[in-house]
């Protein structure tokens, strides 16, 4: 990863205790290419390097920190910077907050619409209304149903009428005499910015006089993402960013252009289809995760909500005394399942995700797992290393599956005893101590 990198371009230079403009041209150059990866726009990279150097150059290197420490916070602090320095939630001292929601069609409005009201009533102790404005597609309303009967949230819509202003108006009178102490108004979208759809919004926007407006944009679309986001600021001048399908391999560069292009925070991101997938948008483990570094904080923050403890406690002795078995891993497995989606976590930890990459790990995946596991001997399970060609075969052969599959498998648990360690060395300590109390 790109620390590694970085660490590595400043190996030779330790003790020289000044970076130079010698000494940082290559890694820069670097992290203009991680940046690229990421998705970050060509001028948004260029400027960012540019300044970067401009701090980086003659700063005189504490003795503790080696230069390519120092650069790496360098680094990492402007990337912060730029999208966003400090965490911005969502005004919600309305009465109620009305919250309006925009963007194109899929960019994720009515899934968002759905967490965010499940997040402020779990989270926020709030009372919360959906409204369904998509008139166009019925089956968007009833979308918007379901979602509310999933999370237990009423939705407000009127079947026969076609005019969200009314019913956005409407909905809002409603929700006074009902007591609901937030709204959120979701709109129709279209493939790509349109005037109708602007009017409309706008419309919505002028009669409901929304206290948040959020524009909500989907993160795999990368450079189209800012274009969007542009029009649509242009004429909502929106409150905030939501960024979705930021899961699996989507890098978030988006977020530092659309940052740097409307100058609007980002407030939340969505990371799955699930209605608890949605994270507060953390400026700096955002940069952290762009620059290759990992999500650990995310990692350990959702980990440390639906980990047993008691498992966790136990999982750490048995890491320490190098006893991590395959019953471990098949107990791993299903809490990794109540989680989330397990390429989600595997990327937010460091170095773990090139390497997991070839190791595709699909919900089905498990089954063929278990099976495999369940026709290992209990010694087998519990040392792994004896497990050799013929074992493996018999194995195979027990479970009803291709030899590949079980040398797969042996593979992923070694990847996941190596995380597992990980945890466990620098920086990970806490996770530990944190998910065992
Ligand atoms: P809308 O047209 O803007 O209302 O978008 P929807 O909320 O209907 O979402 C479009 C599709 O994207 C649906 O299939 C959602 O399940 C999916 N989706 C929404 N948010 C996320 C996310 O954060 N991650 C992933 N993977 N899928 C999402
Ligand atoms: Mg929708």
Same mark, same amino acid.
């Given at each position: 990863n790109l620390s590694e990198k970085l660490d590595k371009a400043f190996h030779v230079l330790k003790g020289h205790g000044k970076i130079t403009e010698v000494n940082v041209a290559d890694t820069l150059k670097e992290v203009r290419r991680a940046l690229l990866d990421a998705d970050v726009n060509f001028k948004t990279a260029k400027d960012f390097t540019t300044k970067v150097k401009e701090k980086a150059i003659g700063q005189d290197v504490l003795t503790t920190l080696q230069p390519g420490q120092l650069l790496v916070k360098i680094v990492k602090d402007e990337l912060t910077e730029l999208m966003g320095g400090d965490v911005s939630g969502v005004?919600?001292?309305?009465?109620?907050?009305v919250i309006l929601m925009s963007g194109l069609q899929g960019s994720g409005k009515t899934t968002f619409s759905g967490k965010l009201a499940n997040f402020l009533k779990t989270k926020k102790n709030k009372n919360p209304l959906l409204v369904a404005c998509d008139v166009y597609r019925p089956a968007a309303i009833n979308q918007l149903h379901i979602v509310g009967d999933q999370i237990g949230v009423e939705v407000y819509s009127e079947l026969a009428n076609n005019n969200p202003v009314e019913i956005s108006v409407n909905a809002i009178k409603y929700a006074k005499e009902k007591g609901y102490n937030v709204v959120i108004v979701d709109t129709a979208g279209r493939l790509a910015v349109d005037e109708e759809m602007m009017t409309e919004i706008a419309n919505v926007h002028k009669a409901i006089q929304p206290l948040e407006t959020l524009f909500v944009v989907d993160a795999m679309t990368g450079q189209d993402a800012v274009n969007t986001a542009k029009a649509f600021n242009e004429r909502l001048n929106f409150d905030g960013v939501i960024l979705t399908k930021l899961d699996g391999d989507t890098r978030g560069g988006a977020a530092i252009s659309i940052k740097s292009v409307v100058?609007?925070? =980002?407030?939340f991101v969505g990371t799955g289809e699930k209605m608890d997938a949605i994270d507060v948008f953390y400026p700096s483990r955002m940069a952290e995760r762009i620059l290759g570094m990992g999500d650990v904080v995310s990692l350990v923050e959702r980990a440390q909500e639906q980990f047993n403890e008691e498992e966790a406690r136990k999982i750490q002795k048995k890491i320490a005394k190098n006893e991590f078995g395959f019953d471990d891993f098949l107990s791993q497995i299903q809490q990794v399942k109540k989680m989330g989606n397990m390429k989600d976590l595997v990327g937010m930890i460091p170095g773990a995700s090139k390497a997991m990459k070839d190791v595709e790990i699909e919900d089905d995946a498990f089954k063929h797992i278990e099976a495999i596991i369940h026709s290992m001997t209990p010694t087998e399970r519990s040392k792994?290393? =004896?497990?050799d060609v013929k074992r493996k075969t018999r194995i195979a052969k027990g479970a009803g599956r291709k030899i590949e599959e079980v040398n797969q498998l042996m593979k992923q648990f070694d990847q996941m005893s190596k995380m597992m360690k990980m945890m466990q060395g620098p920086g990970g300590k806490n996770m530990m101590k944190m998910m065992s109390g």
């Open positions: 005004n919600l001292s309305g009465n109620p907050t100058n609007k925070p =980002i407030k792994p290393s =004896i497990i």
